[in-house]
Nanobody, 121 residues
Framework: QVQLVESGGGLVQAGGSLRLSCAAS????????GAWYRQAPGRERVWVAS???????NYADSVKGRFDIFIDNAKNTVYLQMDSLKAEDTAVYYC???????????????WGQGTQVTVSS
């Protein structure tokens, strides 16, 4: 059973950068789409960014121009590069990916376990 393993969260000062990674736990055929969501304390989970492999990216207005989402299929990983971080970016970040585990397999959607990002002002 494929799992998505997140890493890269932590504590950073405002204005700093972090790169989140979301890696498939075993060898797969491809990642077709990837997305990141976040959930701040006491608030609902919200969409942050999404990407189609080899294609378009989309971002929430709150992160546009500061965050970059991309897929590295050679590493079976979805990344979120976060620059110019603000205190309001503090949240647990969750990745989501549509994966084809084998060339003949169906596409399935998986979620990561979440990683904490804390930005101090």
């Amino acid at each position: 059973q494929v799992q998505l393993v997140e890493s890269g969260g932590g504590l950073v000062q405002a204005g700093g950068s972090l790169r989140l990674s979301c890696a498939a736990s075993e060898s797969i055929f491809s990642i077709n789409t990837g997305a990141w969501y976040r959930q701040a304390p006491g608030r609902e989970r919200v969409w942050v960014a999404s990407v189609v492999s080899g294609g378009a990216t989309n971002y929430a207005d709150s992160v546009k121009g500061r965050f970059d989402i991309f897929i590295d299929n050679a590493k079976n990983t979805v990344y979120l590069q976060m620059d110019s971080l603000k205190a309001e970016d503090t949240a647990v970040y969750y990745c989501n990916a549509e994966i084809r585990a084998s060339i003949s397999g169906r596409k399935r959607t998986y979620w990561g376990q979440g990683t904490q990002v804390t930005v101090s002002s």
